[in-house]
């Protein structure tokens, strides 16, 4: 399994196709705070639920200075019909081969009602200006998260 990344950290840096295929870098998002996070399956109650509380709070995000993105194993289809099914309005990033996965350390094995199995560990990091973990959130739970997330930002 791939180490956890700690703030402080180099977040590393990155270049996925969105949903329109369109390659996006992390650096390019430089000078700005980001949120990346980790789903495991487009289309998903969780992810869905998940997906939909950052699409809410991006206007307040984004006065903040922070951009929200984010990266599951799906192809470029599956996440434009996401996208487009709940108007989401923040990138939604393709990771196939799951390279950028576990480079964060968010894949790997997890339990899953009791069983052990190797997947994509739910995980958000918030990334500072410079590129560097600000905070790094695994095994998080899909409903709840971006409230604690937004408070532990001082929301």
Known sequence: MTERLQPGDVAPDFTLP?????????????????????YPAAMTPGCTKESIDFNEALPEL????????????????????????????FPLLSDADTKVLQAYGAYGEKKLYGKVTVGVIRSTFLIDAEGKIEKAYYNVKATGHVARLRKDLGD
């Open 18 to 38: 969105d949903a329109d295929g369109k390659p996006v870098a992390l650096s390019s998002l430089r000078g700005k705070r980001v949120i990346l996070y980790f």
């Open 62 to 89: 984004e006065a903040e200075g922070v951009t929200v993105v984010g990266i599951s194993p799906d192809k470029e289809a599956k996440l434009a019909k996401f996208r487009d099914r709940d108007g989401l309005t």
